[in-house]
């Protein structure tokens, strides 16, 4: 009876597929019916030994057949297969090698790898729209012949019996987890039983290398102008760059970062050295927001606009301090001790299971504590290289950050916590170090440095795509997140980046040489303020206003006094 209904299904779909309308793609868009009802279209691929690719719009509630006639060869080799990837900017898409609920991969980046039988050069496969309305998306078909590696080939995990698709998982803000399926090694031709580089000899002979490219407009035309540049390099990949190269013997799961707001494109092509072919696999994108703000036609850095107002006050007060911090000793000293008792407080308790708001509320009362407790060692004691030593601190903690945001952090000695703490502790007390017997010099370039890092944080929060802010927020991140260790770091370093860096430097470098020449002349620190109290008190000036040059012309009343 089972056998009965199955029968009868398999038919009815037949019939579907043979009564529908035939479209021949020719590079112009696909229309779609806008009606709310299921339909199904079929499109037709034209073979071909380069990448087709295409963009067309999915109508509401739709499904497409896609059939294809292999080529015979795909240059030297015989064809056995092709890949289809299929991208859209915001809305799930489905894609299936046959009509049912199992074999099938749902996401706004999906692919899928199909193999030929062995007398037959025609395929076909399915790309749902589950939508109430129209999706635009972008395709490609790749066909591969029998040297080149199986992209998904070897997959145990997930439903496609074939999965070529890097799977994305949010870990945190900007820390993502990719993982994919190992691929399968070359065959001698159609129906061969291709097998796993995982488990026979010889074994571990992929490579895999990852590239990464950016997206810095929202705007759909734009967007899928980039995405069918990048999947016509799939495997020239001339715009985009390698940030990672992992052998088949390392687990095909990596911790990378992401920028709030920037439309990162990720592609992962498998390398056989010994035939000396690769093949794709499908391309992944992602924004690191949700799709609400961007379908908006924003994805903002922060959620809040608080946060914006809380962004621009500190970037101003980092100006005033990178200009005359010096000469106003009290609030440069209050904030220089609210910046770093928020720091050290705050990442202890972020590493904490408390709530965030708890965290923020801890960390707000243990940050005004210090702030008043370090401008008090000040007030109460008067030692300069005592009171500069904050300053100084926080000028090598960001030194290291900037240093740990560049290539050198993805050295595999940092994966050790241990080592990456030592070197960041060098790091943060390197300026201290060199400056102490100096401290007036240190407490310039602190707050030059400070202060101009702070106002380039908050101009980049008005920047789409920039990624300055992210030197700081990342180290927090390694510094917070257990099992952090082995995140790859994956800056964009963009023109506004670059732009926004070197005018970062110009501007520390003149508010260094303006408050030296500002402060010529005078004395390197004031008097302690408790001793200018307490002698103000007892009516004793201070001794560095008693000079008086004593000769024989010298009233007698000024020598008394």
Known sequence: MKLYYCVIFIIFIQSVITNSVQYMINGDYGESTNNKTSSLHNYTVKSANDATVETITVGANSVIVFSSQSPDRIGNYIAIGLIFQAVSQIYDITVSSAFDLFQNYTSTNVAITLLLPPLSNNLSWFLINSNSFDVRITYSVVFIGEGQPIPGGCNHEFPLENDPNVHLTTISSFVKEFTYQPSNVAGPGKGYAFVCDTSTAPRFRLEYHFYVSYILSFNENEFHKTVRSLMNNDLNHTDLWIFYDQGANEKPRQWITSTRGLGTAYQLIVYDPHTKTQSPYGLTITYSCNSTNLSAGSCMKYSSPWIYVLVVFLGTYGIFIALVG??????????????????????????????????????????????????????????????????????????????????????????????????????????????????????????????????????????????????????????????????????????????MAIGCGLFVCFCIGFQLYRERGRAPFPECPYELRRLRLSNIQPTHEVVVAVNERTPLLNQIT
């Open 326 to 499: 010096h000469r106003y000793l009290m609030p440069s000293f209050l904030f220089t001790g609210f910046l770093l008792t928020g720091l050290l407080i705050g990442i202890i308790v972020n590493s904490s299971s408390l709530s965030p708001a708890a965290c923020i509320s801890i960390t707000a009362v243990c940050s005004i504590i210090g702030s008043v407790g370090y401008y008090f060692l000040w007030w109460r004691y008067g030692f300069p290289s005592i009171s500069t030593l904050f300053g100084g601190l926080i000028t090598g903690y960001i030194l290291g950050s900037i240093v740990f945001f560049s290539p050198f952090s993805n050295i595999g000695v940092w994966d050790s916590d241990t080592n990456y703490a030592l070197v960041y502790t060098c790091f943060c007390l390197f300026p201290a170090a060199l400056l102490i017997f100096r401290p007036k010099i240190l407490n310039i370039v602190s707050l030059s440095v400070i202060g101009g890092c702070l106002a380039i944080i908050a101009i980049d929060s008005f920047v789409t795509g920039s990624s300055i802010s992210n030197i700081v927020m990342t180290t927090i991140g390694r510094q917070t997140l257990s099992n952090i260790g082995s995140v790859l770091w994956v800056n964009p370093y963009q023109v506004s980046d670059i732009l």
